[in-house]
């Protein structure tokens, strides 16, 4: 029983994302003492598909019709299920990104698997089952969960698993006719990616504020700062509900969940829905005018100031940091 | 139109989350539970595309125990016309759309709406799960919908961006916010609650393909280190070389 990873593109493009999950599926195939493949959908040159080496994957099926360049869930669920099957997979893993939520559960139905969605470490065996660490109650606490059937699915949440080096000659297999026109259920219209800015789900660095900020006018304190770091930025709810900032920048328990390497959070009081989002990131950092605001008690770095006096110097630090380094 | 939301009973967004000593069971003593936000979303949102269509009905359907009833009244108060309760404890998304998925198979709705995720076990797989079992188009993390005819255009959520997509009735689509505001019930609409119809059906049970060996909490935070305003370039530093995150 093997390990099969599904390695997400975007246009043609591996992500960090798909690194990570590619890594994962090694790491685990070594703990079963099994190979991992490697399934990749659509058109990707080969130098990009070989790259997946680097990171220990000895063979990949590429399935190249070019219907699946553009994702559609049902049609992907039916190709990777159809290579999970030809190679005998065991455990199929990818990234729980929203391309992976919206195919690891079809896939999970096919596989008849049971599914870890947002698994934070690498399982344990016991005996028969996995047991996958994932996050619960919005990043309020963990469960080990038993994945009890005989073939498995385990998407990854990004930036919880290192990269592991360890490369290996690689094998491509290219496959075509796995899927036709009639698979694809939704038609695409229309991809507005963003642009110029640093997608949120996957930042590293990320600079947030709430209602501190007084309004939306002040913002361009916030985007010169994440701009000097290379970060994205973030916002709490009342921000983005009284339109200040778009929609796509709240994160909490009912926006997005973020896990970054570091957030820093200004003007924001940290009530328990917005740290719901961001607690899972790995360095905090709290500027706040109330030295008693509770980010500070799950923040590691804390300056009590008005933000109007520290971003401003806090800019200034950053961009003689990053012209120093 | 014929719309069927799912709808889940989670813990209210203040809870404080704890586990039983031996951490096999998530306390619920004292917790307050709610309407998934999502959820909530969701239902109103069917009520929108019913009032733009000129009619309809909106069928909501929970699988759980008979604690979660309230919560189903209160979505018989928001507007939908009746309510489902499946007899069983929800322990696994496979489990919750299997039971969906059955009651839903000869009742041709047209749409089916659920939330993005629960925010208990944020697992985000029922919507899915339910498609796949029902072999039905599934949209995920939605955005806007509008409907024509028996064609629907969506917007969703993609990685780095958004995505527009058209897909033909009946399919299943998962609510993000920024869809709808939750509708808050009235008074006369918790007066016509009592009266409508909330049926229980038996569940078909079945094998659980996962379960929960042990819960535990995050690990606690060493402890916030504060810095004075005019330490900036020091905080940037202890970035570098303590926290090595730039
Ligand atoms: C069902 C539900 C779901 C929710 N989901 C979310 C969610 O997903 N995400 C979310 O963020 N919230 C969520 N909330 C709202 C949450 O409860 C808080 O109301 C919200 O997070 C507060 O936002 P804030 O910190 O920006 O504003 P406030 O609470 O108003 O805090 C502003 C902070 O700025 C500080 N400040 C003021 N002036 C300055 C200055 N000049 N310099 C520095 N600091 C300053 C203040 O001391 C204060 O701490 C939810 C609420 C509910 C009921
Ligand atoms: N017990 C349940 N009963 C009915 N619908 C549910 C239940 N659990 C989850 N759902 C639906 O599935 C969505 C995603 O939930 P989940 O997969 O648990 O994150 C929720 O927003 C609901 O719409």
């Known amino acids: 029983m093997s390990v099969l990873v599904f390695v997400e593109n975007h246009a043609g493009q591996f992500k960090k994302a798909a690194y990570e999950a590619a890594s994962y599926a090694v790491q685990l195939a070594a703990q079963m003492q099994t190979t991992a493949a490697a399934v990749v959908l659509g058109t990707v040159a080969e130098d990009t598909v070989r790259s997946l080496g680097k990171y220990g994957i000895q063979k990949v099926v590429c399935v190249q019709d070019a219907l699946l360049d553009g994702f559609e869930a049902h049609a992907a669920a039916k190709a990777v299920a159809e290579v999970a099957k030809g190679i005998g997979a065991g455990v199929v893993v990818l990234s729980n990104t929203y391309t992976g939520k919206a195919l690891a559960p079809r896939l999970a139905v096919k596989l008849q698997a049971a599914l870890a969605a947002g698994a934070v470490e690498l399982p344990e065996l016991n005996g028969q089952d996995l047991m996958v660490k994932r996050t ?28 592991v080096e360890n490369e290996v ?14 698979d694809f259920k939704a038609k695409v219209v229309e991809v507005k990616k963003v642009t110029g800015k640093i ?57 997005i969940t973020i896990k970054p390497n570091l957030y820093i959070a200004i003007g924001i009081s940290g009530a328990i829905q917005h740290l719901a989002g961001v607690s899972g990131s790995k360095v905090i950092v709290a500027i706040n005018t109330d030295k008693d605001a509770p980010f500070f008690k799950i923040a590691d770095y804390g300056i009590v100031g008005d933000a109007f006096e520290v971003l401003p110097k806090l800019n200034e630090a950053i961009t003689k940091f990053k012209a120093a380094n | 139109m014929k719309i069927l939301v799912c709808i889940s009973n989670v813990p209210d967004t203040t809870t404080k989350i704890t586990f039983s000593p031996d951490n096999k069971s998530f306390n619920a003593t004292g917790v307050q539970y709610i309407i998934n936000p999502y959820d909530e979303l969701a239902l109103t949102k069917a009520l929108e595309l019913n009032e733009v269509a ?34 069983a404890a929800p322990t696994d998304g496979f489990q919750v759309a299997s039971e969906i998925a059955t009651y839903a198979k000869d009742k041709q709705f047209d749409l089916i709406l659920c939330g993005r995720e629960s925010i208990d076990y944020n697992g985000g797989v029922v919507p899915g799960m339910l498609a796949e079992m029902l072999d039905l188009p599934e949209v995920n993390v939605i955005t806007s919908i509008t409907i024509n005819g028996g064609l629907s255009q969506v917007e969703r959520d993609i990685d780095g961006g958004r995505e527009a997509l058209e897909v033909s009735l009946p399919f299943v689509a998962s609510c993000q916010k920024e869809i709808t505001e939750p509708r808050i019930p009235n008074m006369r609409g918790i007066m016509m609650a009592r009266s409508k119809p909330l049926q229980v059906l038996p569940a078909q049970g079945g094998a659980l393909h996962t379960e929960v060996s042990e819960y535990a909490l995050p690990a606690a935070k060493a402890g916030c280190r504060f810095l004075e305003v005019s330490e900036v370039e020091k905080l940037v530093e202890l970035l570098h070389s303590e926290a090595k995150v730039i």
Not at chain 1, 137 to 157: E, H, M, R, Y
Not at chain 2, 68 to 75: F, S
């Open chain 1, 199 to 255: 997608p949120l789900t996957e930042a590293e660095l990320v600079v947030s504020a709430g209602r501190g900020l007084k309004g939306p006018e002040n913002w361009h304190m916030v985007e010169n700062l994440a701009n000097a770091l290379g970060a994205a930025t973030a916002c709490s709810k009342p921000v983005s509900d009284m339109h200040w900032r778009p929609h796509d920048e709240h994160v909490g328990q009912t926006g």
């Open chain 1, 169 to 182: 000659a690689i094998e491509v297999e290219n496959r075509n006719g796995v899927v036709s026109a009639a």
């Open chain 1, 136 to 163: 619960v109650f919005s990043n309020k606490g963990f469960a080990d969960l038993a994945l009890k059937t005989a073939v498995k699915v385990i998407s990854i949440t990004p930036n919880s698993y290192k990269l």
């Open chain 2, 54 to 87: 000129g009619g309809g009905t909106v069928t909501v359907v929970h699988v759980g125990l008979a604690d979660a009833e309230p919560n189903l009244r209160k979505a018989l108060a928001v507007g939908a016309d009746d309510a489902v309760r499946i007899d």
